[in-house]
Structure formats: C-alpha cells, structure tokens
C-alpha cells in the first residue's frame, strides 16, 4: 500500500484549524482583559485629574499665595534674585561631587 499523504494533511488541516481557534478565542480574551483595564485606567487617570484640580485650587486660594505674588509684584528684582539663590542652593545639595 503506499502512502499519498492526503490522510496526513486532513489531520493537519484540523489541526490547523483547533489551534486557529485556540488563538482567535485567545486573542477576543486579550482584547476583551485590554479594553477593560484600559477604561479603568481611564477612570483612574480621570479621577487623579479632578483631584488635582481641586487641590491646585486650594493651594492657589491659600493665604500665603497671595502674600508671595504681592511681594512678587512689589519687589520683582528681589524676587527674581531669592529664586536664584534658592535655585544654587537646591543644585548644590542635589550635586553628587
């Protein structure tokens, strides 16, 4: 008897088409699990987001704010040269020398 190799090829070609799918159902899950982490992120960031908002608005509304842009718009020279100072000082204690 000789073998043609088409008995072998039927049994590929289901094989072929289990794994097909395997992947497809596999691939609709992934999507499924992406799509729904992706709105939690979403709700998360949304979230974050309105807090900040909130918290800006309250620092911003805070009394020392205004007393700083007070003294900003009345001594600009001096400010300008406190945020330097602060700014060398901050670079040398972060410096890795």
Do not use: C, F, W
Not at 25 to 33: K, V
Not at 46 to 60: F, G, I, M, N, P
Not at 88 to 96: E, F, G, K, N, Q
């Amino acid at each position: 008897m000789q073998n043609t190799g088409m008995q072998g090829s039927t049994a590929g070609a289901s094989t072929v088409e289990k794994l097909t799918e395997q992947a497809t159902e596999r691939l609709g899950r992934l999507s499924e699990t992406a799509h729904e982490t992706m709105g939690r992120v979403s709700d998360i960031a949304s979230q974050t987001a309105s807090r900040l908002r909130d918290r800006s608005q309250q620092l911003l509304d805070h009394p020392a704010v205004g007393n700083a842009r007070s003294y900003v718009r009345e001594h600009p020279v001096a400010a300008i040269g406190i945020a330097i100072a602060v700014g060398l000082l901050i670079s040398r204690l972060t410096s890795r020398r």
